[in-house]
Structures are given as C-alpha cells and as structure tokens.
C-alpha cells in the first residue's frame, strides 16, 4: 500500500508513528540518580529504598493507569517476591542475587496469574476489595507460616550473595545497593516503556478507556487483563525481591496494606497512566515525608493528606498532569490554533 | 442471495418481561435491511442477541450457516459480525486516530505485540487514515473524542465498527442525536459501503429507512410483526396503526 502524502502528513499519524521514539528529556532522571549516588554517598540507604518505590509504583501503573484494574493489593506481589528471596537464602537453597530476582518475578507472577484468573472477572468495588482480600491472606499465611517465613519476626540477616561474585551487599555502605537497583529498574523500565507503546499496551488502554468496546472491536479482554496483571505482579515481585536483598531481611511489612495504600498514593501524587507518574511521585512522596516529618514529626501525615485532597480536588493528573495543562497552555499561545487550510 | 447471519425462534426473557419472543429472523449478504419498531420493542436487544453481548434464552443463531449461539462476542466480531452502539462507545481519551487503529490492530492480529511500538505499524496507520479520509475525519484526526462535536463523535463510532471489515454490519441507530446538517456525513458513509457487506439497520428516522432499506422488519413487543418491502410495510394498515401513526403523532 503506498503512502499518499495526505496521510503521512496528518498531525495525527506523525504523532502516532513518533511517539515511542526517546526524547532528551527522558535520559534525565536517570543522569539525576547517578549525580545522586556521587553527590550524597551518605544518602545511598534513601535513594536506594526511593528506586525501589519507583520500580513498585510503575509495576502498578501498568495495572491499575494503564489497563485501569482498580487494586488496592499491589503489596501482594512485592511481598511474595521479596518472601521468595528471603525464604530461599535464609534456608540456604538460593543465594544469588540476580537469578534470585527471576525466581521472585515468577512466583510474583504466577500469583498474580493466579489470582487473576479469578479477580479479574470482577470489576470496580469488588474487584478492589478481593485484591485486598488476596493480600489479607497472604499475609496471614506469611504470619502463620512462621517455621519458612519467621513469622512476625521475619528473617533477618539473610545471606545473600555479592552481585556477580564480586560487589558485596555492605548495610552500612549501600553502594552495591543503589547500583544495583537502579540498573535493575533501568532495565525493567525500558521493558515497561516498550510494553506501554506497543500494540498490546494501545489495546490495555483501550480496556481501561472503555471495556465494553474492546469487546465489541474482538479483542479478548480478560486474556488481555490476566498478562497484564501476571506481567505486573512480575515486575512488583522484582521490586520485593530488591527490598528483601537490599535490607538483608524480610518482615511482615512487605505484605501489608500500608505498603499498597504508599504506592497507591505515590501514583496518584505522580499521574498514573503516563509512565514517568511512578518516578516523580514516588520523589515527591519520599522527599515530602523526609522533610515534612522532620518538621511536624507527629503530624507530618496531615500534609500529606491535604496535599492529597488537593490533588484529588484539581488535579487529577497528579503532578504530570498539572505539568501537561501547563505545557499545553503555553504551546497554545505560542501557536494558535491554526486556521482552516 | 444467501442467509448470513439468522436467527431461529430466538426469545430472550429477562424475568417476566419477554424482551424478544420467538424471532426467526434472516439478514442476507448484501443485504440493506431495517429493523423497526416502537421504543421497547426489543431492538437493541436484539442487536445484542445477534453479536453475543447477551445469551438467548431459547434458539439459535447462525452466521453463514454455522450455529453460533455459543460463540463469545470477541470470537463473533472475528467471524465478521460488527455493530455499533446506539450511545457512543467511545475510548474518549485517545485520539481519533488511536481510536480507529484500536479496531484495525484487533482485526489484522498486530494487538496480542508486546514488542514493537505501534507506531511501527504503518501499515495500520495507514488504513487507518484512509478509513478517516473516506469520512471526511482526517482533518481532525489528531483531536480527542471530548472535543469533537456530536456528529462528528457518531461518525468516530462508525469508524471504528468500519475498521473491523465486517461481514455483517448492524447499526444502531447510527444517525440517533445528529443535527440534520450533519446527518448526510453519516448518510452517505452508509450509502458508500461496499455491496457486498450484509447491513441491518435499526433506526427511528422513517426517511433514512425508507430510502436505505430494500427490506423492512418491524418488531413489536420482541416479536416479528411484519416483514416485507418498504413499499408493502408503508402500505400495511396495522403498521401504520402501530407504528408509522404513532411516529406520525410524535
């Protein structure tokens, strides 16, 4: 078929067919993470614990902003990651670190799979209150378990090894860490990115911009669903498996709801549904809750919280959002609306 | 000509209420058809008996002979049975382009890619915007469904069932909240359609019907009240008390 230049001039194919393509600006956050590790060696423990939100976040953005799977049990997945990892090195069976991050991808996953086949049948309300119900029993089993999993306790002190038998994981020098998770994250981010703009990631935002049409175009939706969900829970577990390496133990928390409701208002702080919304939320939200508990340390969540009403009340975007108005606000003026050829 | 997609004693009942009862019903390839009928009188239901949306309670109905009554909506729709909704369905948030190229991606099997980015498939993105072009949507093709006036978004409906190369074509009132000025868009679109492609048409405008149709059905009560030319329909005198007067009284 050719091409006649009615259509490859369209506004609208050019911005299709280039908008996967890398832009400056998008090398940025990665150039800033690496200033960071050189800039605040004494701050490595932080930024660690902040990449690893930012990998958890993105793994719910491709659920809940992309395919619009309203979840409220997202820790499910990091937990059984980050329980896979500290499970199978406290136990002696598997100490390595990076093949230990596959293992915990697909034990995250296949829970995901699982619990999927059955979850996603369900949509809005229900939906939200089964995923909080799978994590409500994973947790009480990871409680209960208490011989494998430490129960309460946890496992502490788990053995893990040094990342390609040569980069030690030191506590009290998280250099290893930090340079760790973010080649981790870089790696599952350009998977993320490229998921998002294929043809599959087109057809999941159609899912979550109107579901019923998605069936009515022949697109099998639930299957669609559940490999996205599987792919997310994946990606959480990687995010747990990090957690659990990076802290040399393993506790309850991973599993809990405070850890889902976290990643879920970092997504919204940050937009959900536009990628870079799990990065800069998830900066906002640690660099807020540093400083601000610093300063009102009993009452610091109040911030929070306001900030969060505001965001729910006039931005729904989040801050991403807030930034797209602003941008588009600005092109408008510069070039008015072109008139009529 | 031979059947395409038929129904036999096709009923669907939705507690007491008997929303189609008893309908053998046969839409032909090539066929320019319409289905009429008072408000209530199981058209959409209908529609969503013929496409899989809804399971009958008792019959069948068969495309090209085969029994699908079993068969889901997705797997109809590859079949070559595509409708349109008679309130925009819309993905309100992407462009017109995307919209279309959610339909064409599903139909030419480039969805399931995890891989390559969408934009690669020129080929996609192409056809895409020939389809736009023969509807006069290209010059806003790069626009959001929110900021496209209703005529426009109903035309954006018809696209994307378009994109799908049905077999068989049901709309749904496709011409339904049109300002008059802008109808003849979606007119001529209809009017454009390839011979070959069966259409059945269900719509409250006796002037588009009567000049689509070559054939009439006329539902009353989800049952079939009469069938025939548009000719035999406009002269049935229990149409006209039924139906055709009553439009006439609206």
Known sequence: MSVTPIQSDNPAARALAVRHRFRWWEALPWLLALAFYFAFPRYLGFGTELLITILFAISLDLALGYAGIVTLGHAAFFGAGAYTVGMLAKHEIWTEPISGLVIAAAVAGAVGFASGLVLLRTTGLTLLMLTLCTMGLLEETANMAADVTGGFDGLDSLPIKAVFGIFEFN????????????????????????????????????????????????????????????????????????????????????????????????????????????????????????????????????????????????????ILGIVDNLTRRFKDRKAPEPSSP | MTALLETRSLSKSFGALRATSNVTFTLEEGARHALIGPNGAGKTTFINLLTGVLAPSTGEVLFKGQDITQVEQAERVKLG??????????????????????????????????????GSRRDVIDEAMELLTRLKLADIAHKTIPELPYGRQRLVELAITLGLKPQALLLDEPAAGVPSAES???????????????VLIIDHDMDLVFRFAKKITVLVRGAVFAEGTPKEIGANPEVRAVYLGQAAHG
């Open chain 2, 81 to 118: 049975i595509a409708r349109t909704f008679q309130i925009n369905r819309l993905f309100r948030g992407l462009s017109v382009l995307e919209n279309v190229y959610m339909a064409i991606a599903e139909r030419v099997g480039a969805a399931p890619n995890m891989v390559t980015p969408a």
């Open chain 2, 184 to 198: 003849h868009i979606i007119l001529d679109a209809i009017d454009a359609l390839p011979k070959s492609i069966g």
């Open chain 1, 171 to 318: 506590p009290l020098y998280p250099n290893t860490q930090y340079l760790y998770v973010l080649g981790v994250l870089l790696v599952c981010f350009v998977f993320v990115r490229m998921l998002v703009y294929s043809p599959f990631g087109h057809s999941l935002t159609g899912i979550r911009e109107n579901t019923m049409r998605m069936h009515a175009v022949g697109a099998p939706v639930r299957m669609r669903l559940i490999v996205c969900y599987s792919i997310s829970a994946a990606i959480a577990g990687i995010a747990g498996a990090l957690w659990a390496q990076a802290n040399a133990y393993v506790n309850l928390s991973v599993l809990g709801l405070d850890r889902a409701a976290t990643v879920l208002i970092v997504l919204v702080l940050g937009g959900y549904g536009r990628l870079y919304g799990g990065i800069i939320g998830a900066i906002a939200y640690m660099v807020l809750s540093h400083f601000l508990s610093k300063a009102y340390p009993t009452a610091w969540q109040l911030g929070l919280g306001l900030l969060l009403v505001a965001i729910a009340l006039f931005a729904r975007g989040g």
